[in-house]
Nanobody
Framework: VQLQASGGGSVQAGGSLRLSCVAS????????MGWYRQPPGKQRELVAS???????NYADSVKGRFTISRDNAENTVYLQMNSLKPEDTAVYYC?????????????WGRGTQVTVSS
């Protein structure tokens, strides 16, 4: 499985960005897709995940501001990020797993930088 993320960039606080991640290869093996982020000097953390059936999960820090969605026909997962804050600045990674509720993800895309200025 290969994951290709796009959509990062620089935005002012309060702005919005939309990340996209397209999966290719053995996509039949994918169940859950998610977005992680790694802020400067910090550990990677789960931002949001979505099962193939549509169940979603969010980190408390992004609830109400970020929305994860999937287009299974296009093998794509999106992360709509609204009301962005400087603390959302991070490298964002797309991930995928064959498990519905994975403890860890098997497949990772290259990160895309999101920078939010105050």
């Amino acid at each position: 499985v290969q994951l290709q993320a796009s959509g990062g960039g620089s935005v002012q606080a309060g702005g919005s960005l939309r990340l996209s991640c397209v999966a290719s290869g053995s996509i039949f093996s994918i169940s859950t897709m998610g977005w992680y982020r790694q802020p400067p000097g910090k550990q990677r953390e789960l931002v949001a995940s979505a099962t193939k059936g549509g169940s979603t999960n969010y980190a408390d820090s992004v609830k109400g501001r970020f929305t994860i969605s999937r287009d299974n026909a296009e093998n794509t997962v999106y992360l709509q990020m609204n009301s962005l804050k400087p603390e959302d600045t991070a490298v964002y990674y797309c991930a995928a797993s064959p498990s519905v509720y994975p403890r860890s993800y098997n497949y990772w895309g290259r990160g895309t930088q999101v920078t939010v200025s105050s």
